[in-house]
């Protein structure tokens, strides 16, 4: 039986992998005909898998189908072209290499080594992110608008430009240089990172949480840091990070699927296994001189896992983190999380007065999160006026259902503490 948590998985993981696959063979240049390849054989599998039993092998399933998709519509594409001998030739060697079954392990890595290929330094940044996500990770425009803070125009925009960009300079039969590699991992890192905050907190209607997407950007973070590329402290604190944030996830949510915040959670149902290889990781990560971002937000969760309880929670150290966090990675979202360690550990007019002197760019305001924290704070302080006005904007802006209810009733906690 095809379930919506089946469908969500082949359109999530299945797309990325497929599209790198096919991209290698035929060449970055095809690639808008090997995402509609793609497209038609998720489809197809979907439709086929309603009504006959769903093949031993899916992935491998899908492959051959986007594979002789694409196959008939580069033929076609080279018979209007007048070049039909020499493609032709081409993409017979396609078909041959076509695999059958064992190519599970060949796909892992091509995604990882697609990854380094799209973030092209000819390419910006924006759009490297925007391109990965869509093509790659199978993020929806608007989960990608949501992770990066601007609109969905936008991000049309980026996946445009970007591709046209790579489609005119990537060879995907190119290996890349050493050096290449190295001005390449942080856009990769960032990539990797996204992807595991979207399964961490999800922009998705149909799920607050996606565990497998965080699984799955572990799994690709492990390939990076096992190869000598990725081998560098930068990485070892993402994986850290992911790890402890993945250490809580089942204590998450309660029995209905609702969020529930930080302070609610049942601290015995988070997994200790996942901790301690977060607190591995963290401690190889501090091999070197170079400290990241991910070593800050690393810091920050470690502190959450290791403390007894919620009270017991070492905010001076929280915020001595997020401190780091603004010296590595300014930004006024860090600032925002400071001010709300700093608020658990002096109190909510010290959180505020963190606030003070910011003033917030267009990206954050826009968000719920900038309304949800004043919200908070007003509402504790006392500024009942204030503090309703920045809830209501908190709720009408937050992407989903789930979280809606989450800030209904954190809001709620903050009203009772005034």
């Avoid at 696959?21 to 599998?45: K, N």
Wanted: net charge neutral; proline share 3%; hydrophobic share 40%.
């Amino acid at each position: 039986m095809i379930t919506d948590h089946l469908i969500d998985h082949f359109f999530r993981h299945e797309y990325g992998k497929l599209v790198s696959v096919l991209s290698h063979r035929v060449g970055m240049r095809h690639i808008e005909a090997v995402e509609d390849a793609v497209q038609f054989a998720l489809l197809t599998g979907i439709d086929t898998w309603v009504r006959k039993k769903r093949p031993d092998n899916p992935t491998a399933w899908l492959y051959r189908v986007a594979h002789n998709k694409l196959l008939s519509e580069l033929r076609t594409q080279t018979r209007h072209n007048k070049i039909l001998q020499v493609n032709t030739d081409e993409f017979t060697d396609l078909e041959e290499l076509a695999p059958e079954v064992s190519f599970s392990a060949e796909l892992e890595d091509e995604m990882l080594r697609m990854l380094f290929l799209c973030c092209d330094e000819t390419v910006p940044l924006e759009s490297q992110l925007v391109f990965a996500l869509k093509s790659l990770c199978g993020f929806s425009i608007k989960e990608i608008s949501i992770r990066l803070f601007t609109s969905e125009a936008n991000v049309y925009k980026r996946l445009s430009r970007a591709r046209k960009i790579l489609k005119e300079t990537v060879s995907t039969t190119t290996e890349l240089s050493a050096t290449q590699y190295t001005k390449r991992l942080a856009a990769v890192n960032k990539v990797l990172y996204l992807l595991f905050t979207e399964g961490y907190l999800s922009s998705s209607l149909a799920s607050s949480m996606r565990k497998d997407l965080c699984e799955e950007a572990i799994r690709l973070t492990l390939t990076l840091v096992n190869n000598p590329i990725g081998r560098v402290p930068e990485s070892f604190a993402l994986l850290a990070l992911m790890y402890f944030h993945l250490s809580r996830m089942s204590a998450r949510e309660d029995d209905v699927g609702s969020l529930l915040l930080l302070e609610e959670q049942d601290r015995s149902l988070w997994d200790k296994c996942c901790i301690e290889r977060g607190m591995s990781w963290l401690a190889r990560s501090a091999e070197g001189a170079l400290f990241s971002r991910y070593h800050a937000e690393a810091g920050v969760a470690a502190e959450h896992c290791l403390a007894p309880s919620f009270s017991q929670t070492r905010w001076y150290r929280v915020v001595e983190c997020y401190t780091l966090l603004e010296q590595a990675a300014p930004s006024a979202l860090h600032r925002l999380n400071r001010a709300v360690a700093v608020a658990e550990w002096k109190g909510p007019l010290a959180g505020l007065s963190v606030l003070k002197e910011v003033t917030p760019p267009t990206w954050l305001v826009s968000s719920y999160l900038w309304s949800a924290v004043l919200a908070d704070l007003h509402l504790r302080c006392g500024n009942v006026e204030l503090g309703e006005c920045f809830s209501e904007k908190a709720l009408s802006l937050a992407p989903t259902e789930t979280i809606r209810t989450l800030l209904r009733r954190r809001l709620h906690r903050s009203r009772i503490k005034v």
